[in-house]
């Protein structure tokens, strides 16, 4: 999960980088710095956990979109469901630490995603 995070967050910065509404790129920036810090939280959790640093096998898939409406639709759904995905593992876990980190960022998913349909509905409306 933390090497999808880091992921998403340095796609998060590439769109930024190629948007022109200024909103769009303010969002974007912010979305991938909290990306990062996530990251970086779930690591050191991994850490406190097992002792062991986090070490990722995951190989890296770069997405190309036709247009940036299509990437900010995709940018949605990877947050929703991220949302959701953090809030079963809160529930899922006996760890009080790793039950409040994960609604966390379950909440701070969710916002993403709220805060990304407004701007798409600004773009394709």
Partial sequence: ETQRVIIIAEREFSLASGVRQQSMVRLLRRIAAEKLAAA???????????????????????????SLAEAMRSLYHQEACSGLNYQRAADETMDPCLQRLFTQLGKQSYQHADDIMVLLGKLVC
Avoid: K, P
């Fill in 40 to 66: 970086q939280e779930l690591c050191a959790a991994y850490y406190l956990t097992t002792g062991n640093r986090y070490r990722s096998a995951v190989a890296v898939e770069h997405m190309q979109f036709g």
